[in-house]
């Protein structure tokens, strides 16, 4: 299979990013072994062993684990890699679907709770600039992931202030159906409670970082035992312990910002707004952020309605299901993620080969395919609506064209950028 040019949660890229981890400490390691083997691995055996070797491993400090310890995650790692392709990919597709199914049914049950936000006729224009958030409906519900996209000062950050009550629309009206607010008169008091903001430039804490979240745990109102449990528990669950005798300005960019999101997630909000938390990332913790947010967006006990702005395409594409496409403030796209490109009348394709443009065109002639350009380090292929993925990697294939890496962008939102 061609490598992707930009991984993103594929088992691939977040295998070796595990192996990384395994090598670099026992207990980064096993946390991270246990996260790999809940996302990738059908067999249930698979998941249970991630699960005792990290009970073996070490409860403090981040060093080498034990050469047997280590050279057990490491075959672990391979085991479920081999059980993914040996029909454990399918196997996880099916358990999804089944997944899925079953989250609708509950949500029927309960239809009045699905709705978190429902925003009609958004507008907003700022005073000695030419700039303006055009009509705009937006709908999120609890369980989805909605990923908003554009290029800067294209109107992202003035939506999402305006989801989380920190900018007033200039027209439109605002509903939290799931808090029972809405109108011209907003309990935002209310709302705040249940909504949690991650700007894009993050305050600095001081202090502890574990008093920081038992502190913000404490303002909205759990306390005792029940505030020991949640900030160990997402501690825990965002990978924290290792990093807990630092100070603020010792942290990486990546985990100041899960620090932030267990600030956030620690009082179990039921909306979260996040600015661009993919920026300065680099892939390794924008594939465990991103699947972090999945996994906590779809909670079968405390779902979240997620909206999230960036500018990286890719990644946020593995995780919504809506995407919203701003261009200087106009609405180009807002709809569920695997429509994008629906109504077009060609494919498009990202390849990378070792050939030149001139060449790839002279073996593409008389094909399906109808345009060959070139595309930064990268070469767009359009093809005819009727030549799948399939399709043309086996041309490409039979014409002897060497494939360096290869991407299916028919339906992506990169499209709406042309």
């Known amino acids: 299979m061609p490598e992707q040019p930009e991984p993103g949660l594929d088992i691939e890229s977040s295998a070796r990013a595990v192996r990384i981890d395994i090598r670099d400490g026992a207990r980064s ?121 554009g290029q800067n000062a294209h109107g992202k950050t003035t939506l999402l202030r305006i989801v989380a009550g920190e900018l007033r629309p200039d027209q439109g009206t605002l509903a939290y159906p799931l808090l029972g607010e809405g109108g011209e008169r907003i309990d935002w008091v209310r709302v705040k409670r ?36 949640e900030v160990n528990f997402v501690i825990e669950r965002l990978g924290l312990g290792d990093h807990l005798g630092k100070t603020w300005s010792q942290l990486s960019g990546g985990y100041k910002l899960r620090f932030a999101l267990a600030r956030a997630l620690v009082w179990k909000p039921r909306i979260l707004v996040m600015d661009e938390p993919l920026a300065n990332l680099d892939i390794k913790a924008k594939s465990v952020l991103l699947q972090d947010v999945r996994d906590l967006a779809r909670s079968y006990r405390y779902p979240i309605a997620v909206l999230m702005s960036s500018h990286e395409l890719y990644a946020l594409e593995t995780v919504c299901q809506q995407m919203v496409f701003l261009n200087q403030g106009q609405v180009v796209y807002v709809g569920p ?53 399939q399709s043309l990697l086996r041309l490409l294939i039979d014409r002897g064209v060497d494939i360096q890496a290869f991407r299916d962008n028919s339906r992506s939102v990169r499209r709406l950028f042309q």
Request: a negative charge.
């Open 29 to 149: 390691g096993a946390q991270a072994l246990t996260h790999f083997a809940e996302r990738f691995a059908a067999d249930p055996a698979l998941r249970d062993e991630a699960l005792v070797l990290r009970m073996a491993a070490p409860e403090q400090g981040s060093g080498a684990a034990h050469p047997t310890l280590e050279r057990e995650m490491l075959e672990l790692v391979d085991r479920i890699v081999a059980d993914y392709a040996d029909g454990g990919a399918e196997a996880l597709r099916q358990r999804e679907r089944t997944y899925s199914q079953l989250r609708e049914h509950v949500l029927r049950k309960a239809p009045s709770e699905e709705l978190a936000f429902v925003g009609e006729g958004i507008t907003k224009a700022y005073r000695g600039s030419d700039f303006a958030l055009a009509t705009l409906d937006l709908t999120l519900r609890l369980g989805q992931i909605t990923g908003v996209v």
């Open 194 to 229: 249940s909504l949690a903001f991650v700007p894009q430039e993050l305050p600095a804490w001081r202090g502890s970082l574990r008093d920081t979240l038992h502190f913000e745990a404490a303002l909205r109102g759990i306390r005792g035992a029940r505030n020991e449990s």
């Open 337 to 389: 993620a695997d429509a994008v490109g629906s109504d077009l009348e060609r494919n498009e394709y990202e390849l990378r080969t070792s050939l030149k443009l001139s060449e790839l065109q002279d073996r593409l002639r008389g094909t399906g395919v109808e345009e060959v350009r070139e595309d930064g380090g990268n070469l767009t292929l359009r093809t005819v609506r009727s030549m799948d993925h």
